[in-house]
């Protein structure tokens, strides 16, 4: 095989899983080394750097970083990175003076935001510090979009939301709350330089049974957690069936037994694996006493003098082909009686406020056609993010669009292409600070995963808005910390320096390393010392070594980073070095545009 | 953070051997040589062995004398007895241990200062009683703990790191294991494991006296240009003259061979080795010529390294005593030491 390119950017940032795996590239080894070290707000500022809402993320993020994480290979859990990033934003103090703020004067350009969500929010958060005039158009009373709508807030307590999108809001940008955008023809006749439109995904879809308008007891999902976040529902029947089992269904069910509710079932059509929802909010409904129906098709809703009095479900049986559904028959019809029934089936983007006219296209399916790199729609200076660009996905994904979204409403501002964008880069610097002392801790922590600590069950219904979790305690970040296994300290191997002599090979913990010869792919995996169990995992081959004209090989799939090769090599041939991934923000392309400029003026 | 110990992880892609052991469980304590040793090759290597030979760990006793050789069974199945002896004194502590236990599986580490200067009378005992054990020497040519001066093993006109040559000719113990009717005797070299590890084993296997010789370079005093121990001197001047494959008992042979290649040997406990020749003109089980075949590569340079001898017909110290079957350790105390009466009944029948 040829020998790997470790050079480029993509070698050592895929090294990194978490952070790979991150949809806005969170640095997560380093955060959580500034954690291990006590150092909450620098732990918290560099989480802000990539996701801006490290408080709220790290209560209810969906986590892409964890089923990614290295540790959840080598054991069975990986580290609970999410609740750690709560243990920064937790602890971080006051940050204020440290945060970014908006030049005394602007540039001039004025750019029109669509809702107060994460994404507009991360658009202003980008854009404002640069001198843009950020104006906010907002259909509520209050900010926060879906976060704070649909999370309920024994979640995400509010005053997290206020803290951070206070952070935002500050650095004067003009939310105009209650201001439902009616027209965007209107919004750009307003003279607006850029239009972001960061409206999320508010219709909730309904289930057209029939008795669905017979009752006024069957509510949409996710307008009901709106109007329990907004005080205007505050009870609801003692027997309640949440229809649909992602993780909005998960808030309703959760949200109906503090409304008074006794008898909360979910019901799902599929068997448990096909589930939308995320197993750990799964777990938490469960753990509520939650009774999770599996197989129950509904048909249709049931009235008695004008009064809901249950559903009729038939109940299926599924035949499979591996793991695919490949044929269904109905075994029976059930009746389960209730008093509410709540729909949380998915929901959808909706435009009714976009005239088709503008220039803007949209597809078959009524989605506005958007570029995924500048997220630029097919009107230049019209820009989406968030659920509103591709649909309902998580408030980090948001996060990334607001970013990218941002670098492209800067370079349209200043009249620069859209798709020349900054690279990445990736900077190494060695680890090694003398004789058997390295700049992390390399120690293997064979502790399991810190279980968060739960507000009583007797307790936690008493009020809507108790927060369940509870935060790890010092003694379970000290350890919870440690579990991570520093991916971020790569391997970096000198194939000239290496003298054959097996250190590495023989010292390796996770057997990881092999000295073989060079071969075809096949010929390669059957002579790794352990087989590849994870082929989607680099595989690195150096270059022919001078002493046999081997190669060094290794596995990347398992190293737990532990530096011993390193440690144990008589010629420095492998080293531990540290990895920062350079991610350009609007911030970057800013500076480049001004570098350029001073280098264009002092070379004329 | 500072220096670590290796972590013991047991993942999901480490095997398991017919004890339903891994790896992990039969190696020791962190190695407190210098990086790069060849000793921790070996370490490695015996490690590998016993883990695929499924060696019981509590049935072994590692045995050595002293110097960085002898630190190294530290390094390997921590859950097996060991005796760190004194300073070449290792085989007559190893012969008492298996007088005492025949059951225990005698494991020595050796170095070429502990077995060919200081304790050499020792080795050349044990080695004629053929007392069953594995007897590896470490064999680097330098006396490394106290900063690289000459071993016996040095050879004549090799270099130490400042330049010197050495004018003494050099002690080869594998020339001296053949002289001395050496029943498995066997010369490897640290960085080739795919040789080092089946050697271990059909060593293991053996019964008797198994001698092998690992050249394994000493990556500090004698790892430099001008070193006839060096990684890539030994690299360089390799003669694999055997190659041998090791087929445990239960395992059928499924390689086809010719049978004027290969010299199919069995061993007492129903392993085989397939010796293979890898040079033409050595002569597999002739002692006089093994020597002076030895003599004349070694005269051209070159390092001959394989197993080069075995011999399974002969008796080992027990076989050649007569002992009984049952461990001395085992045997009741009355019977074992029947009393003052039966001492003067004994010596009656002497006067």
């Known amino acids: ?604 | 953070m500072t220096s670590i110990a290796k972590p013991k992880i047991v993942h999901s892609g480490l095997a398991r051997n017919v004890l339903g052991l891994t790896v992990r469980d039969y190696e020791g304590g962190m190695s407190t040589l210098c990086a790069g040793c060849g000793h921790d090759s070996i370490t490695a290597s015996i490690v590998q062995a016993c883990f695929e030979l499924g060696v019981p760990p509590h049935g072994v006793a590692k045995m050595s004398g002293i110097g960085c050789s002898s630190k190294t069974p530290a390094y390997f199945l921590s859950a097996s007895h060991g005796f760190n002896s004194v300073h070449g004194r290792m085989p007559s502590i190893a012969t008492g241990a298996s007088a005492a236990n025949r059951d225990l599986y005698l494991l020595g580490v050796s170095g070429d200062g502990d077995s060919l200067s200081i304790g050499l009378g020792q080795f050349m005992h044990a080695l004629r009683r053929n007392l069953d054990m594995l007897y590896i020497i470490e064999n680097n040519g330098v006396y490394g703990l106290t900063k690289g001066q000459f071993s016996a093993s040095a050879d004549l006109g090799a270099k130490n790191k400042r330049g010197e040559e050495n004018r003494q000719p050099p002690i080869d113990p594998v020339q001296m294991a053949l002289a001395l009717g050496g029943t498995f005797v066997a010369r490897s070299f640290s960085g080739d494991k795919e040789q080092l590890v089946p050697l271990i084993k059909a060593g293991i296997s053996h019964r008797g006296f198994a001698l092998l010789d690992v050249v394994s370079p000493c990556v500090t005093f004698n790892d430099h240009e001008g070193s006839t121990k060096s990684y890539e001197h030994a690299r360089e001047f390799n003669l694999r003259a055997i190659h041998t494959d090791f087929v445990p008992p239960e395992e059928e042979i499924m390689a086809a061979y010719d049978e004027g290649d290969v010299l199919p040997v069995e061993l007492h406990d129903g392993s085989r080795l397939l010796l293979r020749k890898l040079a033409n003109d050595y002569d597999i089980g002739n002692r006089g010529e093994a020597i002076e075949y030895l003599r004349t590569r070694h005269r051209a340079g070159e390092i001959v390294t394989g197993l080069l001898y075995i011999d399974e017909s002969q008796p080992d110290l027990h076989g050649a005593n007569s002992t009984i079957e049952t461990p001395l350790n085992q045997v009741p105390y009355e019977q074992l030491c029947p009393g003052p009466e039966s001492l003067a009944a004994l010596q009656k029948r002497y006067r």
């Open chain 1, 1 to 604: 095989m040829e020998p790997t390119d470790t050079a480029g950017t993509e070698y050592f940032h895929r090294v990194v899983d978490c952070q790979w795996a991150c949809p806005a590239n969170t640095d997560v080894p380093q955060y959580i080394r500034l954690i291990a070290q006590g150092r909450f707000a620098d732990a918290y500022l560099l989480n802000r750097e990539s996701n801006v809402f490290p408080g709220i993320l790290g209560r209810v993020c969906d986590r892409p970083c964890e089923p990614a994480c290295r540790r959840g290979r080598v054991e069975a859990e990986p580290v609970a990175i999410c609740r750690l990033k709560r243990v920064a934003a937790d602890n971080r103090g006051d940050i204020e003076d440290r945060l970014p703020r908006a030049p005394e004067v602007r540039n001039g350009k004025r750019v029109a935001l669509v809702g107060a969500g994460c994404a507009s929010l991360t658009v202003a958060n980008d854009l404002a510090p640069l001198g843009y005039e950020c104006v906010v158009f907002e259909a509520l009373d209050r900010p926060g979009g879906l976060m704070r709508t649909n999370i309920p807030a024994f979640r995400l307590p509010t005053s997290v939301l206020d803290d951070e999108i206070g952070y935002i809001t500050r650095l004067g940008v003009d939310v105009r709350y209650s201001s439902p955008v009616q027209s965007l023809k209107a919004l750009l006749d307003d003279g607006f330089d850029a239009v972001f439109v960061g409206s999320g995904a508010p219709k909730g879809k309904d289930l057209r049974l029939p008795g669905r308008d017979a009752s006024d007891r069957i509510h949409i999902g996710i307008d009901w957690l709106g109007s329990i976040a907004f005080g205007h529902t505050k009870s609801v029947g003692a027997r309640v069936l949440i229809i649909g089992v992602g993780n909005t269904a998960m808030d309703c069910c959760r949200s109906s037994l503090r409304l008074g509710a006794k008898d909360v079932k979910v019901i799902a059509r599929k068997p448990r694996r096909f589930f939308k929802a995320s197993e750990w909010e799964l777990e938490d409904a469960e753990e509520e006493r939650v009774e999770i129906v599996v197989n129950y098709s509904p048909k249709a809703f049931v009235m008695e003098n004008g009064k809901l009095v249950g559903m009729q479900f038939e109940e299926l049986e599924y035949e499979f082909q591996g793991d695919d559904i490949v044929g269904q028959k109905v075994l029976r019809d059930v009746f389960l009686p209730c008093d509410d029934v709540v729909l949380a089936i998915g929901q959808e983007n909706a435009f009714p406020w976009i005239e088709r006219d503008l220039g803007i296209g949209f597809d078959r399916h009524e989605v506005p056609v958007i570029d995924t790199v500048t997220f630029q729609s097919t009107r230049p200076g019209v820009f989406f993010g968030g659920d509103a660009a591709f649909g309902p996905k998580n408030i980090i994904w948001a996060v990334k669009h607001g970013h990218e979204a941002a670098i492209s409403i800067h370079k349209h501002c200043q009249g620069m292409a859209t798709t020349e964008r900054l690279p990445r880069g990736v900077n190494l610097t060695t680890a090694k600070m003398g004789i058997h002392e390295w700049s992390y801790s390399n120690g293997y922590e064979p502790a399991e995963r810190r279980i968060m600590p739960h507000v009583e069950l007797t307790k936690r219904f008493k009020k809507l808005n108790i927060e369940v979790e509870l935060g790890f305690s010092v003694e379970q970040i000290a350890t919870e910390v440690e579990r991570c296994l520093n991916c971020d300290i790569q391997t970096a191997f000198t194939p000239k320096l290496c003298i054959e002599c097996d250190a590495c090979i023989d010292i390796c913990p996770v057997d990881c390393l092999t000295i073989a010869p060079n071969g075809d792919a096949t010929e390669i995996d059957e002579r790794l010392k352990t087989p590849r169990q994870n082929p989607t995992q680099p595989l690195y081959v150096s270059e022919p070594l001078p002493q046999t004209g081997r190669v060094m090989l290794k596995d990347e799939n398992i190293c737990v980073h532990c530096g011993l090769c390193a440690e144990r090599c008589p010629t420095g041939a492998w080293d531990m070095q540290k990895s920062t991934v350079k991610i350009p923000y609007a911030a970057e392309e800013s500076r480049a545009g001004e570098a350029q400029w001073q280098n264009s003026r002092k070379a004329g």
